[in-house]
């Protein structure tokens, strides 16, 4: 299967702000209260620990995201090590909503933290307004929320930076003696004191994930051999250095049995040094550092999302890229997620199952790469972590040492979480392949193309290429319907009547055998009276019709196209309608098909595919783009249009060729590679506008229609009224669509072969 990448736009400054500030977070201005109501001063000594800890997944996860820089993070390991089973689709799950739970916790925060400034603020609609932001951040453009990353992160390291130095440097701040007074070690006995501190590093630990969002991102890295690694060591460090000064100027500010489980002891703290102006610069600080977490936890959950849908193990259009080549529809499902978590409540418990959920996809990230080393030992590695396998395994020790800690109720939770995935899982795909194998089914049964003829001049042209489509499928049959427009006031209870009119009908199905003649196909001949044409046709198409084929009605204007049976048909004909602008059709040689990502491009694809399978038909699958592109864009077009071809024929055949190409418009470019192979045929997909009075397939596809030589077949995919309308009001990409303004080199373009 083909597949789309995400556009390299990040670089090291980038990376190492959503590395260090997406960690920091609001963790900062709580656990350093909590920390120092367990073990006093050594708060100093777990923060250590742990960090140091921390640096064996750090270094771990360097290795794995130089050796498959690309987006998924943990789920991409584990699918690498075991395969796309239960597991990786437990892992990447558990990981999404993790990152679901904790945006909605940071975004819950913002909105209380944001109270201290404005008194009556709504917290939930905050907290989902926030949300709502950085899932337009995270569909536009990946690059923009790095930068909103470097910006809002350079604030709050602001924050803390002043908060040190000011701490150690302004009277009244950090004290020796106030931190040492009464020991390091508050506990009686090494054991205790030890014991503690262990409970202590299981607390902190968690403060220092955040860091796994660079190898999310990976794919979205430039040069990720040499940033990926540096990004991640960096934010490491730079965590580590802050947590641990941050800790010595509190607890030496203030003794630690003053601020011993306050969830302000840094508010605490800078009253003693700076009470006029530190006490809202720490406000700002903590506003600052939810909306970071937030943005962190959003890239980090939406890419997951991402790989999920891409690697088949959620479903696929989670995969689809928007025109800026960003996972929108994952974009928004974290979104709707993480607002749906903030209206429930229970962040804070929600925070421990987050961390619970973030530590088991980190346990078996780590396992992947022991089994990675041994079932793939001369693979490429940019990166190698040090002291193999000690490195590992200290991390896999961790990681369990930390969940045993963890909150049993939590723990008890994502148990259920894990479980209801699990039954998902192998519940989904029977139910998936169940649906898929009725979706067969019922679509085995639309086995008729019915082909209207009223012209007898068009006639034979589509008897020709209603043969080549019926020869396409196994058991699809031909029915040539001619319509009789009688009033319904006629009754054909007379005897008279109803004899004239039965010989009126054996007249034209003489006539009309002899004016269409094909050969192979199963057909028939079938005269049907109604009040109108139009609705003579949509009686027929009622039942199992898979396409019906019909002539172009030629220019007309807007009145008259309104009330043409075309017109009529192709807006309420329960089935897919193909219409063929006739300029001579004997042979099918090379055939091109203009595709922007639309519907309807997918029937259009498989009609070209159908109809060139006889003739063995060279197929040209176009892109037109409105300026020149560079290399990596022209690759992720040209897998753009492979897409396409699998989800409309399931594979890529030999006698397709991709091609890109730029042009002021698309008109212009279809017309431009019409001219430079002689194509027998154009089958163009509707554009949007297709249920306009006053255009048949929408204005391009009519353009293109009347300004090209050859002859055109124009084809609308049936859907129904309510996707039709969500459609239209959801309008992101161009059905033969342009790409937005781009300035470099010209795109190179591949000829197809000649047939």
């Not at 009277?171 to 506990?187: D, E, M, Q």
């Not at 489980?261 to 903590?286: K, N």
């Not at 890419?303 to 025109?323: C, I, K, Q, V, Y």
């Not at 198409?541 to 084929?549: A, H, P, R």
């Amino acid at each position: 299967m083909s597949q789309r990448k995400l556009k390299r736009k990040l670089n090291l400054p980038q990376l190492v702000m959503l590395g260090t500030a997406g960690t920091i977070a609001a963790e900062i201005f709580v656990l350093t209260g909590h920390a120092a109501g367990i073990v006093g001063p050594a708060t100093v000594v777990a923060l250590i620990i742990a960090g140091v800890l921390n640096y064996s997944i750090a270094l771990n996860y360097c290795e794995l995201a130089t050796m498959y820089p690309v987006t998924g993070g943990g789920v991409t390991y584990v699918r690498e090590a075991w395969g796309p089973n239960v597991l990786s689709f437990l892992v990447g799950s558990l990981d999404c909503l993790s990152s679901a739970f904790y945006a909605a916790l940071s975004a819950v925060g913002f909105g209380y933290s944001l109270q201290l400034f404005i008194p009556g603020v709504p917290v939930v609609p905050t907290a989902m307004v926030v949300v709502l932001i950085f899932v337009v951040l995270n569909i536009l453009d990946v690059s923009s929320i790095g930068n909103v990353q470097i910006l809002l992160g350079g604030i709050l390291l602001a924050c803390l930076g002043i908060y040190v130095v000011g701490g150690f440097l302004l009277p009244n701040g950090f004290s020796w003696p106030v931190f040492a007074a009464g020991g390091i070690y508050i506990h009686e006995g090494t054991l205790t004191n030890l014991s503690k501190i262990l409970n202590t590093v299981a607390l902190v630990y968690c403060a220092y994930i955040g860091y796994e969002v660079i190898a999310h991102d990976a794919e979205e890295v430039e040069n990720p051999s040499r940033n990926i690694p540096r990004a991640i060591l960096i934010s490491v460090t730079l965590c580590a250095i802050i947590y641990v000064a941050v800790a010595l100027v509190t607890l030496g500010t203030v003794p630690w049995q003053q601020v011993a489980g306050s969830e302000t002891a840094l508010t605490d703290a800078i009253q003693h040094f700076a009470p006029g102006w530190g006490v809202p610069m720490m406000g700002i600080a903590g506003i600052i550092a939810t909306l970071t977490s937030v943005n962190a936890a959003m890239l980090s959950g939406t890419r997951e999302a991402f790989t999920l849908g891409r690697s088949g193990l959620w479903p696929r259009f989670f995969s689809s890229l928007s025109r800026f080549r960003t996972p929108h529809l994952a974009a928004m499902f974290m979104g709707a997620a993480t607002c749906l978590v903030a209206a429930v409540g229970l962040v804070d418990f929600l925070s421990y199952v987050s961390s619970a959920g973030f530590l088991f996809v980190l346990f078996f990230s780590n396992l992947a790469m022991i089994r990675l080393r041994r079932i793939h030992p001369n693979a490429e590695r940019p990166f190698r972590a040090p002291l193999f396998p000690l490195t590992p395994l200290i991390a896999v020790g961790t990681c369990f040492l930390v969940i045993a800690f963890s909150s049993k109720a939590a723990l008890l939770f994502g148990a259920g979480v894990l479980g209801a995935l699990a039954i998902f899982y192998y519940a989904y795909r029977p139910i998936a392949r169940a649906v898929a194998d009725r979706s067969k089914a019922m679509e085995a049964t639309r086995d008729r193309i019915v082909v209207p003829v009223a012209n007898p001049a068009s006639a034979q042209r589509l008897a020709h290429l209603a043969n080549l489509l019926a020869q396409a499928s196994e058991d699809t049959s031909i029915c040539f319907l001619s319509v009789v427009a009688e009033p319904t006031s006629i009754s054909t209870s007379v005897p008279a009547i109803r004899s004239a009119t039965d010989r009126r009908r054996r007249a034209l199905i003489r006539r009309f055998a002899e004016q269409v003649k094909v050969e192979h196909a199963q057909h028939y001949y079938k005269v049907r009276s109604a009040p109108t044409i139009a609705q003579g046709v949509l009686d027929e198409v009622s039942g199992n019709v898979k396409l019906v084929l019909m002539g172009w009605p030629g220019p007309l204007r807007a009145e008259e196209l309104a009330e043409h049976p075309v017109k009529l048909v192709l807006q309420h004909a329960p089935a897919h309608v193909a219409v063929l602008l006739d300029r001579g059709l004997d042979q099918v040689r090379r055939i091109l098909v203009p595709v922007g990502g639309g519907f309807h491009s997918r029937l259009a694809i498989r009609l070209a595919y159908e109809i060139g399978l006889k003739h063995r038909a060279q197929i040209t699958a176009l892109r037109v783009l409105n300026a020149p592109c560079d290399p990596e864009e022209m690759e992720d077009y040209m897998l753009q249009l492979r897409e396409s071809i699998e989800d409309s024929i399931g594979r890529v055949p030999a006698q397709f060729t991709t091609r890109v190409a730029h042009a002021p418009n698309v008109l212009a470019g279809v017309i431009d590679e019409s001219r430079r192979l002689q194509y027998d045929l154009v089958v163009v997909g509707a554009s949007d506008e297709w249920l306009s009075r006053t255009r048949l397939f929408g204005a391009l596809s009519d353009e293109i229609a009347e300004e090209i030589g050859c002859s055109v077949l124009l084809a609308r995919r049936h859907q129904s009224a309510a996707i039709a309308w969500l459609r239209r009001q959801s309008r992101g990409i161009p059905v033969l669509g342009s790409a937005p303004e781009r300035a470099s080199e010209p795109a190179r373009v591949e000829p197809p072969p000649h047939a």
